[in-house]
């Protein structure tokens, strides 16, 4: 039986929920017209009115709204409502460029906050539970997300927020946290690190871990959940949308229910701007059907996942998405190939490295380079140069086999890539240097 912080929301008919979505946005909709003058320009120049959209259906008539809307806009430029009703500013990360802003009204922390409250539910949190949480605090969504969340729930709560990873050990251990919630990176990292200390994975309090902010496999899933004796759940969202809580993994681990009540999602394909049907691969865009202070229609993520509507075992109704694939953004095209870094983590964790790499493409002589820097897992370690030729050809070869193209495999000792305390960079691609 699973746990839920808003049963009857969570567990909705599809009829209640489309009833909700449709009274909501016909709202939401003359209140952005009259509001938000930027996005009426843009409804003017499509030809929409807000008499045209009277169900979720009629969204697809809607403009998009993309990052660089959101950039042109800065600051002020999206608000929805009178800076006097907002009581919170967040900032995105910057991994993709200037960072954007968004704004909150206390009915928009509220609802950000149930929806972080339902992940950690959905994860088995009870008011009984000890929630770590080292995502970081202040301008970035991730703490002060869950850290509601949590009040909400009723764990107490212990607001690390991320670094220090000696105290953030040492809490865990004398508090006994039993959930723990910071970005997958993080927590392969925490693991790694209690391990060298000499813990084993059951001397620990932890049950569950709510990890998100970053794309991650299911590979990094096995491993994190074996070094730190626990079951990780997936939570996706956005700033632009409030930030952590958007989804949510349910018991079943196969994909994040959306808030449906909160926010309606589409496909689309990201070439055309066509909403594709369910179950296609394509990118996510967002509707927030009640939020105030910043109410983005149609908002384009970038992420690139899919949709289903296939009935969950835990009784949530919620369409589900899957894991985002990674951004857009992050797909490398190298020698006309296109590749994920969340391919190449899979191959490296199936072939039993850690999750410690680096992929750094440059061009040489008018042809792309493409070099991956992994580390020895320490049992594997050797300095026998034959060893270190033959492993380092048999994941070409994997990797060769999963991505059509081999790079160049660089085997580093133990310990010399740099560790993540919040969002990982994986990537350095030099090319962009000579354009
Ligand atoms: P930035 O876009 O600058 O990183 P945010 O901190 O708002 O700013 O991050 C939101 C982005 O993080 C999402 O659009 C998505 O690309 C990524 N993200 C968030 N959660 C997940 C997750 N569970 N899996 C994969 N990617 C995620
Ligand atoms: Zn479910």
Redesign the pocket.
Known sequence: MSNYYQKEIETASREEILKIQNEKIVKQVKHVYENVPYYRNLMDKKGVKPEDIQSVDDIKKLPFLSKDDLREAYPYGLLGTDLKNCVRIQSTSGTTGKRVVAFYTQHDVDIWEECCARAIMAAGGTNEDVCQISYGYGLFTGGPGLNGGSHKVGCLTLPMSSGNTDRQLQFMMDLGATILCCTPSYAAYLGESLAERGYKPEDNKLKAGIFGAEPWTEEMRKSIEKSLGIKAYDIYGLTETSGPGVSFE?E?QTGM?INEDHFYAEIIDPKTGEVLPEGTKGELVFTSLDKEGFPLLRYRTKDICILSRKK???G?THVKMTKPLGRSDDMMIIRGVNVFPSQIEAVLLKEGYTPNYQIVVDRANNTDTFDIYVEFAPEQFSDKIADVQAREKALNAAMRSMLGIGPKIHLVAPKTITRSEGKAVRVIDKRKLHD
């Open positions: 349910c079943e229910h969950c075992s835990c949530r």
